[in-house]
């Protein structure tokens, strides 16, 4: 053991006894050297597998990766776009881009490599919500496909070890139960050149992972990894690290505060490739050449030609690692590393070996060189910024791009060169003559680009489309970095168009009345440009003629607006009302979504402009009056509101006199989120009993609700969550009280209502109520299960309530018909009796 090392290893078992005082008198420590420094030490990787953005391991994941250097990477199938949003209003495609963003930078602080089967914003591999079932989520993904892209990371990626973060159990998310599946699947197919032999015939290998493990408990686990231990470089435990990188997850309130202190990670040995599965194991590792001086140490007689070569790299990483924290050592040794590798991999490659993989062999050799040119930038010191004039684009325009570069460290860089990495049909001028810069020198190169007059626009799930790349030489060995610009580059269109509604719904059972529809108009040339703009209606609509508008150099936004009024003869269907800007003959019909937060950046969602809206038969009591206390979950007040029904939003139920409504509806959640009304239920209940009619929307279990005094009588909401629910969309019903009024009026509900639902049907089903309450439908999912909770209702004094878990606020923004016939049938309930 060198020196340094032996120094390190005291301060990590006197920080491992968390004493606060000896964490004050730590010597400091280069953590960016350190984490480049540190993979060195092993040729082992890992790679944990989960569905979401958040699914990752976070505290062993940053022990193995910043703790002992093991080369760790996640799969992660979809993008998070079923889950909520608790920064901002973005859903869907724009909450799965933030989410992405906030699984890159939240690994950045554990040091993992990202991967996602979900290639595309329009992908079928696709958070679609809750599932209780493997085999729905597989169907629904695409078995097919989603399985040829996870055996296509593991030969890419070749891991040695494999653990999905969550078993394949009934109390499990049906999409962590998926890749649980995949997984252990991959174990064998990985390896088999008969499963998508195409991959091979791309040049891909196979590749046979070492290890499989999944979670475990101390009972039945193989080996417990102590991950709790202090780290002196970066003045935290592993789990501190882990949930620094889970604060990232802004979007889903991830990351907590935790204590110092021992943790175990308990895992079980399922699969092996390199020996028999023990009762009981020391390491992860046991079987894997932790490094070259182990790997070369198993090679047999007839391949060990090449076991003095990796005996030399071996200790030329070595030196490496004992050069830490000194810059310029640490420099000159990574070059020297860097030589030895390079000439390992040429006799490796011109070597017929007798029973070494050479693709094994190679691919551990060439995460060396990749490693080694990292720890080289790094040790010297340069920094590198690539600064964008125009960071966004459009089709066929020039932007100016300077890299600045300033050798902070000090060694002399030699052969300086630099290349911008853009798509093959764009251009790129400007000449760079390889140079020196010296130690504390600083220089500024220019580059013009023009993106091609067919550039794709942007896509926020692809690469970079502009880089810059950095060579230089230490000694006589070249390095190569690649340096992004701080802000996104993208190719936009020229104008975006947004309507000031997304949706519309056309009630046929009232009269038509003009609609006034705002489109903003935003310019992303940057520059003069005049468009056409005009709403694309349906046939039998009217509106008025196109529009146009001209902006100068500079001018970003403006606003045009168009009165439309639908036929009075109009088929109940969906239908699209589109935005369209004419450029020279060109039409534009996207709207674009900027997403920009301080921790990940921003990104762009290019999407449709249309108005999505559909007209349906929806009749209500013409004085009804309606009080909605929103939850800020939902938008049903907004929807309600729009299809001409009279809503008023409650801002605090303490001051409202509630005896002037008919109805009063509680959003989704609404107890958790809405203090007022928690502290004013008896207010409510007292509202009901007087002869006013409540509908209450669904809560969790620890959203402030008391099972016996939030209802009128005990509501118990049923727990685990996961077995209160119907997941399926279409699953089949039955109205047990058909005549009730409920069922019929003010509209009749029939089997069509119940058809075209999105995502469940609902959540957090009821698993304990009073007799008082009168049950109206059950509901049966995939699995089996039936419930009779979805509406409970009872009389309460002289009113009603009624307590509804069924998702009706994703059906009426989604447009379901039926979603808005049968919840306007339920909060007309009152005034109907």
Request: proline share 4%; charged share 25%; aromatic share 10%.
């Amino acid at each position: 053991m060198k020196k340094w090392q032996l120094i390190l290893l005291i301060l990590l078992l006197i920080g491992s006894s968390f004493t606060p005082a000896l964490a004050t008198e730590e010597p400091q420590h280069d953590k960016e050297l350190w984490s480049a420094v540190k993979p060195l030490d092993t040729i082992t990787s890992f790679m944990n597998t989960g569905a979401h953005p958040d699914d990752e391991r976070s505290h062993l994941l940053a022990y193995l990766s910043r703790g002992l250097g093991v080369h760790t990477a996640s799969i992660i199938a979809n993008r998070g776009e079923g889950g909520q949003n608790e920064i901002g209003g973005e859903l869907g495609n724009g909450l799965g881009i933030i989410r992405s963003r906030e699984m890159i930078e939240a690994s950045k602080v554990t040091g993992v490599k990202v991967f996602h089967l979900s290639e595309t914003t329009s992908d079928e591999i696709y958070d679609f919500g809750f599932s209780k079932s493997p085999d729905e989520t597989l169907e629904k993904w695409g078995e097919e496909v989603a399985y040829e892209r996870f055996i296509r990371l593991i030969r890419e990626y070749q891991p040695d070890i494999v653990m999905p973060s969550f078993l394949d159990v009934e109390s499990q998310h049906g999409h962590h139960r998926a890749i649980n599946q995949l997984s252990l699947k991959a174990f064998e197919d990985a390896a088999d050149p008969s499963v998508f032999p195409e991959q091979l015939d791309e040049g891909l290998q196979t590749w046979q992972i070492k290890k499989l493990y999944l979670p475990a408990n101390a009972e039945n686990a193989t080996i417990g990894v102590e991950v709790g231990d202090y780290d002196p470089v970066y003045g935290k435990t592993y789990p501190q690290i882990g949930e620094e990188s889970r604060y990232l997850h802004k979007s889903q309130g991830m990351g907590r505060e935790i204590e110092p202190g021992p943790q175990t990670e308990y895992l079980k040995l399922v699969k092996s490739s390199v020996g028999d599965i023990p009762k009981k194991e020391s390491s992860i590792f046991e079987g894997i050449s932790y490094s070259f001086n182990e790997y070369a140490k198993t090679l047999k007689k007839g391949d060990n030609r090449i076991k003095g070569s990796l005996q030399k790299l071996h200790k030329e990483l070595e030196e490496v690692l004992d050069a830490y924290p000194r810059h310029e050592a640490v420099l000159k040794e990574s070059h020297d590393a860097l030589r030895a590798v390079r000439k390992s991999i040429k006799k490796v490659e011109n070597f017929s070996f007798q029973e070494v993989d050479k693709n094994d062999l190679l691919h551990r050799l060439e995460i060396k060189e990749s490693q080694l040119q990292h720890v080289s930038m790094v040790a010297s010191q340069l920094n590198i910024t690539v600064d964008v004039e125009k960071p966004v684009l459009t089709q066929g325009t020039k932007t100016n791009v300077s890299v600045e570069m300033k050798n902070e460290g000090k060694e002399a860089l030699k052969d300086l060169d630099i290349a911008l990495l853009v798509p093959k049909e764009w251009e790129v001028k400007g000449n760079i003559d390889p140079g020196t810069l010296e130690a504390g020198e600083k220089e500024s190169f220019d580059f013009t680009v023009t993106a091609a007059d067919e550039a794709n626009y942007y896509q926020p799930y692809e690469a970079e489309v502009l880089t810059a790349e950095v060579t230089y030489k230490v000694g006589k060995e070249e390095a190569s970095i690649t340096a992004a610009p701080d802000e996104t580059t993208a190719v936009l269109p020229e104008i975006g168009l947004k309507a000031d509604i997304e949706s519309l719904v056309v009630n046929t059972a009232q009269p038509r009345q003009e609609k006034t529809v705002t489109v903003t108009a935003t310019n992303y040339t940057g520059s003069d440009v005049s468009a056409k703009v005009n709403l694309e209606l349906p046939e039998g609509w009217n509106s008025v003629d196109a529009k146009t508008i001209s902006f100068n150099s500079g001018e970003k936004e403006k606003h045009v607006s168009f009165t439309i009024t639908a036929p009075e003869v109009i088929k109940d269907e969906k239908f699209f009302i589109t935005p369209v800007a004419t450029i020279d003959g060109e039409e534009l019909k996207s709207t674009v979504q900027e997403i920009t937060y301080d921790h990940i950046g921003t990104f762009y969602y290019l999407k449709s402009s249309a108005i999505e809206g559909v007209a349906f038969d929806l009749k209500f009591p013409g004085n009804l009056k309606v009080g909605y206390i929103e939850s800020g979950f939902d938008k049903v007040a907004d929807q309600l509101s729009e299809v001409g029904m009279d809503i008023t939003k409650i801002k605090d139920v303490s001051l409202e006199d509630l005896s002037q409504y008919d109805t009063i509806v509680t959003g989704i959640r609404a107890y958790l989120s809405r203090e007022d009304l928690l502290q004013n239920n008896q207010k409510l209940l007292e509202f009901a009993k007087n002869g006013g009619h409540v509908v209450v929307q669904y809560n969790k279990p620890g959203d402030n609700w008391d099972p016996n005094i939030t209802a009128p009588y005990p509501l118990t909401i049923g727990s685990p969550s996961i077995d209160w629910r119907v997941t399926d969309e279409e699953s089949k019903y039955s109205i047990t009280k058909p005549e009730h009024p409920l069922f019929n009026q003010p509209n009749k509900i029939t089997d069509q209502d119940w058809k075209g639902w999105v995502q469940e049907r609902g959540l957090y089903y009821p698993m304990q109520w009073d007799e008082n309450y009168e049950t109206f439908l059950t509901m049966t999912d995939l699995d089996g299960d039936q419930f009779e909770g979805g509406i409970l209702m009872t009389d309460y004094g002289e009113g009603s309530y009624l307590y509804t878990n069924l998702v009706w606020y994703r059906q009426i923004q989604a447009q379901v018909p039926g979603g808005y016939r049968i919840f306007t049938n339920l909060i007309s309930h009152g005034e109907n009796q």
